[in-house]
Nanobody, 125 residues
Framework: QVQLVESGGGLVQAGGSLRLSCAAS????????MGWFRQAPGKEREVAAA????????YYADSVKGRFAISRDNANNTVSLQMNSLKPEDTAVYYC??????????????????WGQGTQVTVSS
């Protein structure tokens, strides 16, 4: 059974940092493109960052560029999202997602095959 398990969410003040991690039971993990999506109340799910199977290609939404960093560890089947200089508008449920044969990066939720359960990130002003 495929599992993606997120951790690291929580409550932080504006300007603070959080690091999200996603542990994946995918095999082989290195063949999957990975993404971090977020969904705020009343809004559509949107990509925050994405990374190709080797980690050689990354994408960031304009709203997080320069503040967030996505990385992956193919030896340990994990993908992380370092979030710095957090803003109240970053408040959302954050989801880890995986796409088979992920040689590039993928921006639409429809392009992903597996999802985690989500972790709440709340940034107070």
């Amino acid at each position: 059974q495929v599992q993606l398990v997120e951790s690291g969410g929580g409550l932080v003040q504006a300007g603070g940092s959080l690091r999200l991690s996603c542990a994946a039971s995918l095999r082989p993990f290195r063949s999957y493109g990975m993404g971090w999506f977020r969904q705020a109340p009343g809004k559509e799910r949107e990509v925050a960052a994405a990374i190709s199977w080797t980690g050689g290609r990354t994408y960031y939404a304009d709203s997080v560029k320069g503040r967030f960093a996505i990385s992956r560890d193919n030896a340990n089947n994990t993908v992380s999202l370092q979030m710095n200089s957090l803003k109240p508008e970053d408040t959302a449920v954050y989801y880890c997602a995986a796409r088979r044969l992920g040689g590039g990066y993928y921006l639409s939720p429809d392009e992903y095959d597996y999802w985690g359960q989500g972790t709440q990130v709340t940034v107070s002003s």
